[in-house]
């Protein structure tokens, strides 16, 4: 059963910095596009970054310039530093893997971690 583990979520004052990280276990197999989404209280899940497998990016505007994601493909990791934070950036951050593998396409989640901006 593939699971997805994040770490990394706490408590900052604004303009503090906080590191991601999200591991998958398990067996998976043609991880293709690692990203991170967030859901604020009363909001809908917005997209914050994605990487594929390539190491292309996106961002939402939102975050541009403040927040990078990275992987690393041998670890099946996904990282997202976040840097400058604000207290609009406080929310649950979730991770998600997207695969294609023998004509199967499937997507996983974190199970979703706290940050919160806040002085």
């Known amino acids: 059963q593939v699971q997805l583990v994040e770490s990394g979520g706490g408590l900052v004052q604004p303009g503090g910095s906080l590191s991601l990280s999200c591991a998958a276990s398990?067996?998976?197999?043609?991880?293709?596009?690692m990203g991170w989404y967030r859901q604020a209280p009363a909001k809908e899940r917005e997209l914050v970054a994605t990487?594929?497998?390539?190491?292309?990016?996106n961002y939402a505007d939102s975050v541009k310039g403040r927040f990078t994601i990275s992987r690393d493909n041998a670890k099946k990791t996904v990282y997202l530093q976040m840097n400058s934070l604000k207290p609009e950036d406080t929310a649950v951050y979730y991770c998600?893997?997207?695969?294609?593998?023998?004509?199967?396409?499937?997507?996983?989640w974190g199970q979703g971690t706290q940050v919160t901006v806040s002085s």
């Open positions: 398990g067996s998976i197999f043609g991880i293709n596009v």
């Open positions: 990487i594929s497998n390539g190491g292309g990016t």
């Open positions: 998600n893997f997207r695969t294609a593998y023998s004509g199967t396409y499937r997507t996983y």
